[in-house]
């Protein structure tokens, strides 16, 4: 099994921000994630396959207004990542997951005043959609609540702050 779990935020306006943190999220995120994916795939065909799972994000989905917008941009990369690299694995027996969560109490939320869940949840959640072969795992309520609204209007995720 292969988890790729690295991260970054830099934070990045995408119309204000150097465009060299942009690049630094999708580094990280989509190449890096890939970059380990193509290392690890011969091994896990000569034995029969594995899992490979990637720890993504609802704001795979979605963007806020909190400067989020080159995390989201690079999530959203990583995630259409996760499926095409599912597809092109599929053959070897390799199950590819898709794992999203609104926010974990790690490092890299520290900081920030928001819901969090434990790590160990995360984990828990993967290990078991990958005993039953899950492709995807919506592991919070967030999560959950963003993948429903995608087949609904945008609106009710994007809709403008009151009083505007």
Known sequence: MLVNN???ATGANLLTDDL?????????HLFGTLRVIRAFAPALASH???????LLSV?????TAEGSGSYSVAKAAEWNMTNSVRLELA?????????????????????RDAPKIDPADVARASLDGVQVG???VLVDAPSRFVKAALSGDPAQLYSPPSGN
Not at 95 to 109: E, F, K, S, W
């Open 6 to 8: 690295a991260g970054i």
């Open 20 to 28: 060299d943190m942009l690049r630094q999220d999708l580094e990280t």
């Open 48 to 54: 029969g396959g594995g899992a490979i799972v990637n």
């Open 59 to 63: 704001l795979s989905w979605v963007a």
């Open 91 to 111: 053959g070897q027996g390799t199950l590819v997951q898709g794992v999203h969560l609104g926010a974990a109490d790690t490092d890299m939320m520290a900081g």
């Open 134 to 136: 899950a492709i995807e």
